[in-house]
């Protein structure tokens, strides 16, 4: 006979369609604060306008963020998240550092091609931060370049670790800049142009002699 859920397997419950609401809500707020953060900046935003294109008053918006500021924290503070997280598994599950360093070019190009108004909010808006969730930003990506330098450093053991987190660095520089370029068009043209020549040049760029 099956026991009736505990109150510690709870939370492994499917979502109830009131908390999926509210999830979707977020991300909305989320998705809208990076499109509008990227036009106007974080000062040109009001959380009105962060309201009106994800569908809700203004003031519903704090049912999901205390503040604009908080707003920003989640964008960026996520996003970093998330290639840390990436990153982290790529490196993982990869069988040599050559297919390690190539994943990961592909997942950072798919990151830049597809979450370019996020990172010119990174360029721009970071100093909007508080303190603690702008130095938790720079430590998440601290992290995510010391994995590429794990896995660089294990294709070319002689390289300095100095080097090697200026080519990564250089690297992302390279990648990030250059969906400003490749918005217009098809989502198609991207895939077949832009990322096989982003890949290509970060490969270059990175194992370069």
Known sequence: MTEPATAEEA???RPTQRSQAKADRRAALLVAAAGMFAERGFNGVSIE??????????PAVYRHFPSKQAVLAALLVGVSESLLAGG???????????????????????????EADTIRVQDRDLDALPDA???E????????I???????????????????????QATFGLINSTPHSARVGTAHT?????????E???WSALTSR
Do not use: C, N
């Open 88 to 114: 982290t598994s790529v490196e993982e599950d990869a069988t040599d550092a050559a297919s390690a360093l190539r994943a990961l070019i592909a997942f950072h190009v798919e990151f830049a091609l597809t």
């Open 133 to 135: 969730e702008r130095r």
């Open 146 to 168: 010391e994995v590429w330098m794990r896995v660089l450093g294990a294709l070319h053991p002689a390289v300095e670790p100095e080097e090697l987190r200026l080519r990564v």
């Open 200 to 202: 290509r040049m970060a």
């Open 190 to 198: 991207a895939a077949a142009t832009v990322r096989p020549v982003l």
């Open 137 to 144: 930003v720079r430590r998440l990506q601290r992290r995510y």
């Open 11 to 13: 939370p492994l419950a």
């Open 49 to 58: 306008d962060l309201g009106a294109a994800a569908g809700v008053s203004g």
